[in-house]
């Protein structure tokens, strides 16, 4: 059954090529995805600081109601999403409200869907 769990201590490398991985799938050559790299890097700071939940089964709704769930414990009154073009009708179909199209955070030049979602119970943007 999937469910949610934290990340544990030593596995940030492992997460890291997993989210490569999970990225590639959708047929970026190798040039891109060496760019993207840096902003998909997992940290032991983070996992440390149980900020990094991780999805058995890799179940994308888990894992975006996790991430929900730790910006309302930090006191967040919402969220922005970097998406990946692929990742944008998903974002949509859980309520983030499209803004505007922003640079990479990886690939010069290039832009990508931005959107926020509300985390104050009962109002969304």
């Not at 983070?46 to 900020?51: C, G, P, V």
Request: hydrophobic fraction near 40%.
């Amino acid at each position: 059954m999937p469910g949610i769990r934290p990340a544990r201590a030593g596995k940030a490398e492992a997460l890291t090529a997993l989210c490569v991985r999970s990225k590639a799938h959708w047929g970026y050559d190798a040039a891109f995805m060496r760019l993207c790299v840096p902003p998909l890097t997992m940290s032991e700071h983070s996992i440390a600081e149980d900020r990094v939940p991780v999805a058995s089964g890799g179940v994308g709704r888990l894992l975006f109601e996790a991430a929900v769930g730790l910006a309302r414990q930090l006191g967040c009154r919402r969220m922005t999403i970097l998406a990946d073009v692929n990742a944008a009708p998903f974002h949509g179909r859980r309520g983030a409200r499209y803004l505007r199209n922003e640079p990479s955070d990886a690939i010069p030049g290039r832009v990508l869907p931005f959107y926020e979602y509300g985390l104050t119970p009962g109002v969304q943007p």
